[in-house]
């Protein structure tokens, strides 16, 4: 089944792609026809799932997203207080190309612009292995595949990176560059000339929001401080003179490029990428930018909304033959549950269903097998339930719907945005319907009977056609009205109860208020627990709808065993063979209930 969140990002990208403002970068002659009709979008999440609509296995050039992935190796490989001595991390409050060096030290403000990204360069160790070479693995270890140069574009940043030059030469005038700047220089180039795709912008991001764990591959591309520090510059400085718009708007650390990429993270929980080459006048995807409002938006990522670390909120998925109901079912009908109860799962919450929690629970149920007919969202232990998650579970229902299956929810205090969904008050009760859906569906109307006649009851099947006409005859008829209550628990044993037709429900007195224990039907007994004649009867029994029955009380089982003590005793034993048959069945229930 096609995922809700596919199908969110699918209709974002169509009603995104009107946009038609802005213009690919003109300052690289390579770059300056870029096509404006590209527009992709990705999504990888903290366990590398990735979602992706668009163009987004096209090749772009990385440009100016590079830099926070430089920062970090630097950071890693000779330590924040060295990396200070040259960077500082104040905003710059100016574009990206701009001078923004400190009157007396000539410290770049902050590693994000171009001056800082330079700078940041020179603070890479090349000892082991030529400079480039390190931030090419580097870059390729974060995108989780190897990542290539593109040659024309590598000449044409060269050709025209002259406001650069002047930067790279000024830094070392003050010696934050400390050596030749021109091989720095030419190796800040080739990092901008690194070709990427949105797919790999996103899991880029995301290995940052994995706190350097590449979640595909599970490689620790960095440091957990130099992480720290890279989101915490990308926060303030990643968007450069736009970055307060965007952090109140967005309030995601970012970094755009001018190649048309823009990058966005939430830690612990996902990295977005958008590739688009029309920009704005800051110099990020006119496109990118508008996606990322919008996603952060519907999706709850503000950072002040979704401080929350991000985590599955699956507790459990089974399907309905682990945890049957209390109903007891004919031997025909018993078998056909067992043989199609694995197309009726219950998927059971827990936490918060913001964006992580959400999209586990989406993805856990798109990626159900096909045969899965009924699945039901158990929303018991859910503590929150934001309005993506709303978005999302209605979108569920929908596409399962589509598909003809059927989506319900398990809540004991239903959830208002929820309510117009197939919800019940327990998990007892969605199996219950799971299972007269499955009967219904695949069985056959025998199954479950609407009337059964005392012959055809199973607990008495053991006994001759004599026999039953006696029990019969002994028997008591009543009807019973919806609500009305049948047995109490602590009255002394009343006698055998046929169910002829209708249903009953027992239930247990638990915290001061009836829990149902157990929905009986047509063809089932009820009271035989406490036929000893010393017992008492354990639960409360009612009437569900209105309910036809028929009791062999405990005055006619006394006479029955002085005028046919024989008789008698092939019933008691036909009613403990019944009985135990039904305790064996249940077994894996702990609460199976004895009425």
């Given at each position: 089944?096609?995922?809700?969140?596919?199908?969110?990002?699918?209709?974002?990208?169509?009603?995104?792609?009107?946009?038609?403002?802005?213009?690919?970068?003109?300052?690289?002659?390579?770059?300056?026809?870029?096509?404006?009709?590209?527009?992709?979008?990705?999504?990888?999440?903290?366990?590398?799932?990735?979602?992706?609509?668009?163009?987004?296995?096209?090749?772009?050039?990385?440009?100016?997203?590079?830099?926070?992935?430089?920062?970090?190796?630097?950071?890693?490989?000779?330590?924040?207080?060295?990396?200070?001595?040259?960077?500082?991390?104040?905003?710059?409050?100016?574009?990206?190309?701009?001078?923004?060096?400190?009157?007396?030290?000539?410290?770049?403000?902050?590693?994000?612009?171009?001056?800082?990204?330079?700078?940041?360069?020179?603070?890479?160790?090349?000892?082991?292995?030529?400079?480039?070479?390190?931030?090419?693995?580097?870059?390729?270890?974060?995108?989780?595949?190897?990542?290539?140069?593109?040659?024309?574009?590598?000449?044409?940043?060269?050709?025209?990176?002259?406001?650069?030059?002047?930067?790279?030469?000024?830094?070392?005038?003050?010696?934050?560059?400390?050596?030749?700047?021109?091989?720095?220089?030419?190796?800040?180039?080739?990092?901008?000339?690194?070709?990427?795709?949105?797919?790999?912008?996103?899991?880029?991001?995301?290995?940052?929001?994995?706190?350097?764990?590449?979640?595909?591959?599970?490689?620790?591309?960095?440091?957990?401080?130099?992480?720290?520090?890279?989101?915490?510059?990308?926060?303030?400085?990643?968007?450069?003179?736009?970055?307060?718009?965007?952090?109140?708007?967005?309030?995601?650390?970012?970094?755009?490029?001018?190649?048309?990429?823009?990058?966005?993270?939430?830690?612990?929980?996902?990295?977005?990428?958008?590739?688009?080459?029309?920009?704005?006048?800051?110099?990020?995807?006119?496109?990118?930018?508008?996606?990322?409002?919008?996603?952060?938006?519907?999706?709850?990522?503000?950072?002040?909304?979704?401080?929350?670390?991000?985590?599955?909120?699956?507790?459990?998925?089974?399907?309905?033959?682990?945890?049957?109901?209390?109903?007891?079912?004919?031997?025909?009908?018993?078998?056909?549950?067992?043989?199609?109860?694995?197309?009726?799962?219950?998927?059971?919450?827990?936490?918060?269903?913001?964006?992580?929690?959400?999209?586990?629970?989406?993805?856990?149920?798109?990626?159900?097998?096909?045969?899965?007919?009924?699945?039901?969202?158990?929303?018991?232990?859910?503590?929150?339930?934001?309005?993506?998650?709303?978005?999302?579970?209605?979108?569920?229902?929908?596409?399962?719907?589509?598909?003809?299956?059927?989506?319900?929810?398990?809540?004991?205090?239903?959830?208002?945005?929820?309510?117009?969904?197939?919800?019940?008050?327990?998990?007892?009760?969605?199996?219950?319907?799971?299972?007269?859906?499955?009967?219904?569906?695949?069985?056959?109307?025998?199954?479950?009977?609407?009337?059964?006649?005392?012959?055809?009851?199973?607990?008495?099947?053991?006994?001759?056609?004599?026999?039953?006409?006696?029990?019969?005859?002994?028997?008591?008829?009543?009807?019973?009205?919806?609500?009305?209550?049948?047995?109490?628990?602590?009255?002394?044993?009343?006698?055998?109860?046929?169910?002829?037709?209708?249903?009953?429900?027992?239930?247990?007195?638990?915290?001061?208020?009836?829990?149902?224990?157990?929905?009986?039907?047509?063809?089932?007994?009820?009271?035989?627990?406490?036929?000893?004649?010393?017992?008492?009867?354990?639960?409360?029994?009612?009437?569900?709808?209105?309910?036809?029955?028929?009791?062999?009380?405990?005055?006619?089982?006394?006479?029955?065993?002085?005028?046919?003590?024989?008789?008698?005793?092939?019933?008691w034993k036909a009613i403990a063979r019944d009985?135990?048959?039904?305790?064996?069945?249940?077994?894996?229930?702990?609460?199976?209930?004895?009425?």
């Amino acid at each position: 089944m096609r995922s809700p969140i596919d199908s969110y990002l699918a209709d974002l990208h169509a009603d995104l792609l009107g946009l038609s403002s802005g213009a690919p970068y003109q300052g690289i002659p390579a770059m300056k026809d870029a096509d404006n009709t590209k527009f992709a979008i990705a999504m990888a999440t903290v366990d590398g799932h990735v979602y992706q609509v668009g163009d987004a296995e096209l090749e772009f050039s990385i440009q100016s997203i590079s830099k926070p992935f430089s920062y970090a190796l630097a950071l890693d490989d000779i330590g924040l207080d060295a990396v200070d001595e040259k960077l500082d991390v104040e905003p710059s409050g100016d574009a990206f190309n701009e001078i923004s060096l400190s009157r007396d030290t000539g410290r770049p403000a902050n590693a994000m612009i171009n001056a800082g990204a330079i700078a940041t360069i020179s603070l890479i160790r090349d000892a082991d292995a030529p400079r480039f070479e390190r931030i090419l693995a580097h870059y390729s270890a974060a995108a989780g595949r190897q990542l290539e140069l593109s040659d024309s574009i590598y000449a044409s940043e060269a050709l025209t990176g002259h406001r650069n030059r002047a930067l790279a030469y000024l830094l070392r005038s003050f010696d934050i560059i400390e050596t030749d700047p021109t091989p720095v220089l030419e190796d800040y180039f080739r990092a901008c000339s690194v070709m990427v795709n949105a797919r790999d912008l996103a899991l880029m991001a995301a290995t940052l929001a994995n706190g350097g764990t590449q979640p595909a591959t599970g490689v620790q591309v960095m440091g957990k401080e130099a992480v720290q520090r890279t989101l915490s510059v990308m926060t303030t400085c990643g968007m450069y003179d736009d970055a307060g718009a965007w952090i109140s708007a967005v309030g995601l650390p970012a970094k755009s490029g001018v190649g048309g990429g823009l990058i966005a993270v939430l830690p612990g929980q996902l990295g977005l990428a958008i590739y688009s080459p029309a920009l704005d006048p800051h110099g990020s995807s006119v496109r990118g930018v508008a996606a990322s409002e919008r996603i952060s938006a519907d999706m709850g990522l503000h950072f002040v909304r979704a401080a929350r670390l991000g985590r599955s909120a699956i507790r459990e998925n089974y399907d309905i033959t682990r945890l049957p109901s209390h109903i007891r079912h004919s031997e025909a009908a018993t078998k056909l549950l067992a043989q199609y109860g694995e197309r009726a799962r219950i998927i059971e919450l827990a936490g918060d269903l913001l964006f992580a929690g959400t999209e586990s629970m989406v993805r856990e149920v798109s990626e159900l097998d096909a045969c899965v007919e009924l699945v039901v969202l158990d929303l018991r232990r859910v503590d929150e339930v934001d309005k993506i998650a709303v978005q999302m579970i209605h979108q569920l229902q929908r596409e399962l719907a589509a598909e003809s299956r059927t989506l319900a929810l398990v809540q004991e205090i239903p959830f208002e945005p929820l309510a117009s969904l197939r919800s019940f008050p327990s998990r007892n009760d969605a199996v219950e319907w799971a299972q007269a859906t499955l009967l219904a569906r695949h069985g056959t109307a025998d199954m479950v009977p609407e009337t059964v006649a005392v012959r055809d009851f199973a607990a008495l099947a053991p006994l001759d056609g004599a026999d039953i006409a006696l029990l019969e005859s002994l028997m008591e008829e009543s009807r019973i009205e919806d609500g009305r209550i049948i047995r109490r628990p602590g009255e002394e044993f009343g006698g055998v109860y046929f169910i002829l037709g209708g249903k009953v429900a027992t239930s247990t007195l638990q915290g001061g208020r009836a829990v149902r224990q157990a929905t009986l039907s047509a063809g089932m007994t009820f009271g035989e627990i406490a036929l000893g004649g010393e017992g008492e009867q354990t639960t409360r029994v009612t009437a569900v709808g209105r309910a036809h029955l028929k009791v062999l009380s405990a005055a006619s089982i006394a006479r029955l065993e002085t005028e046919n003590p024989g008789a008698a005793l092939r019933f008691w034993k036909a009613i403990a063979r019944d009985a135990y048959t039904r305790v064996e069945e249940n077994i894996k229930d702990s609460s199976y209930p004895l009425h």
